[in-house]
């Protein structure tokens, strides 16, 4: 069994997605430290007048001390602004509107917490993708450890024989505790796909919504041609 994980993120980009689409199972680690100016609140669009960056406001105080399990999201009206600026970059993409009504669904729920809202827009991507990678939750379980330690435990008690880390994992990852415990390494290399995108050169490293609603159901095929070592 193939097995990867990642903490929540907003709106995530393609990365992820093609790293869950690899995997046979995928651990939501939503009970990591909450790291401020990390994408676990934040992701950019495309517009016609350049990247526009959308963060979700949350409480700030001992974040550091925080779980992002824990964070709490501000709500006073941050969601309707993400709809707006999502309609206004996107509205003449063609498959527009085969996706942003169940987003638009999705942002309007008032969420007490960031790890919910990440967790429903993650379902609603890998639907939209056509990805049916099981997901666990590593809140419900009791993963002891640090860094390199923390992956192998968790490879262990879900029975993994294979992990794939992403590309930062090569700075931590202790490779030769995997191969003592039987589990084979993956770092992931994503060659970004190029696909047609509204206003002008190509930007990439975006949400992932930038290649649904410009690809609709062929962003699937463009994801998968991905590579991944």
């Not at 526009?52 to 925080?66: A, D, I, R, T």
């Amino acid at each position: 069994m193939i097995l990867t994980a990642h903490q929540p993120s907003y709106l995530p980009w393609l990365g992820l997605v093609n790293k869950i689409m690899k995997a046979d199972l995928f651990c939501y680690f939503d009970c990591v430290q909450y790291q401020k100016k990390e994408y676990d609140n934040r992701n950019s669009i495309k517009t016609n007048s350049g990247i526009l960056k959308l963060s979700v406001p949350v409480e700030s105080k001992n974040h550091f001390k925080k779980k992002i399990n824990e964070i709490r999201i501000i709500n006073k009206g941050w969601n309707k602004k993400h709809i707006k600026s999502i309609k206004l970059a996107y509205q003449k993409s063609k498959y527009f509107d085969n996706y942003f009504p169940e987003l638009e669904d999705i942002l309007l729920n008032n969420y007490e917490k960031l790890t919910e809202l990440n967790y429903k827009i993650l379902k609603f991507l890998l639907k939209s993708f056509k990805i049916t990678t099981p997901i666990v939750k590593a809140s419900d379980y009791d993963f002891k450890g640090n860094k390199s330690s923390l992956v192998l435990d968790m490879c262990k008690q879900l029975k993994a024989k294979e992990y794939i880390f992403g590309g930062e994992g090569k700075n931590y990852a202790n490779t030769k505790e995997f191969i003592k415990n039987n589990i084979k390494v993956h770092f992931q290399v994503f060659n970004h796909p190029i696909y047609n995108q509204l206003y002008g050169k190509f930007v990439p490293n975006l949400s992932s919504i930038d290649l649904l609603f410009n690809e609709g159901s062929n962003s699937s095929k463009i994801l998968s041609k991905a590579n991944l070592l």
